[in-house]
């Protein structure tokens, strides 16, 4: 199975703030890569597919960016909306699997 | 994008079963591969298993091989897991989640139900 290891587990931030959230992937996973975010009580939300490509409807404040075995989610200006956890997600075998979360949190 | 509606969970003795169910509507069905992912309380996600779009073709996790069976229903637009053998650490919250494109395999999941939590205590 491919491991997702995402850092930091949790991160503190103001809005305004720019945030950037790692995956490791391992094995590498070429560019086959997607971001979630999951507020509470909420289902999961696709920000990010093949690993830098924006899904419809999500501001652009978000950006994906990586290959192989390292890749990064980027929210450019924090929102008051972005306080959530995000996941990374492989795509290139199965099991498909997910990284461990991050959560955002308002400092 | 599609809506998903989950349903079919609730309280089971270890070692019970359930069969869960999730009704899609405003897409075609048939055109995309589905999956299940999990959600243990407080945790992340697990990917549990994924069908075609035709369903010939299926996919599990090892955490579940031999206990779940994912299945579909194209003319009635649902999808289903049926879950035998259920142990303590299957206690979740459910989802469903629609493939973003393809219909063969489950890559991206751009629509997800509501989820279903499935308790296994006794």
Known sequence: DIQMTQS????????????TITCRASPGT???LAWYQQKPGKAPKLLIYAASSLE????SRFSGSGSGTEFTLTISSLQPEDFATYFCQQANSFPRTFGGG???EIK | EGQLLESGGGLVQPGGSLRLSCAASGFTFSRYAMSWVRQAPGKGLEWLSGISGYGDSTYLADSVRGRFTISRDNSKDTLYLQMNGLRGEDTAIYYCAKDRLSRNYPYYFDSWGQGTLVTVSS
Request: glycine share 10%; net charge positive; proline share 9%.
């Open chain 1, 8 to 19: 930091p587990s949790s991160v503190s931030a103001s809005v305004g703030d720019r945030v």
């Open chain 1, 30 to 32: 070429s560019t086959w």
């Open chain 1, 56 to 59: 419809s409807g999500v501001p």
């Open chain 1, 102 to 104: 991050t959560k955002v």
